[in-house]
């Protein structure tokens, strides 16, 4: 038997801060959404490469405020992508930690997203 990576569900409160900020900022791609009807909750899966994340506005599914490391092989590279937007936001840097490199960011939602270069 083999377990594969977990799949994070976070919280989200805000369909159009969420896409801009995993989608245009971040650069995450939408895989899928559902609503069981067009006025009730989203839920949305996004990724990218093979980082997968789900967003929900479900309130009995997650609570807000969670923190993910997520590894990242080129953090230098992801830091001057993230900079080269226009997110008003958010100025992320990288801070050097004894296990590596972390470059936090919190979605609009309270989230923590610590991408990282663990060496």
Known sequence: ????????ILRSFDEA????????YLGFAEDWSHRFEPSLPLYLQLSRGSCVLHLSEHHGDC???????ISCDDLDGLLSEL?????????PD???QPWG???????????RLIFT???
């Open 94 to 96: 990288i801070v050097a």
């Open 117 to 119: 270069d663990v060496r």
């Open 83 to 91: 900079r080269g937007k226009d997110y008003d936001f958010a100025r």
């Open 17 to 24: 801060r969420a896409r801009a900020f995993y989608i245009d």
């Open 1 to 8: 038997m083999q377990l594969a990576a977990p799949i994070p």
């Open 101 to 111: 490199r972390d470059l936090a960011l919190t979605d609009p939602f309270g989230n």
């Open 63 to 69: 609570c807000p405020g969670a923190a993910l490391r």
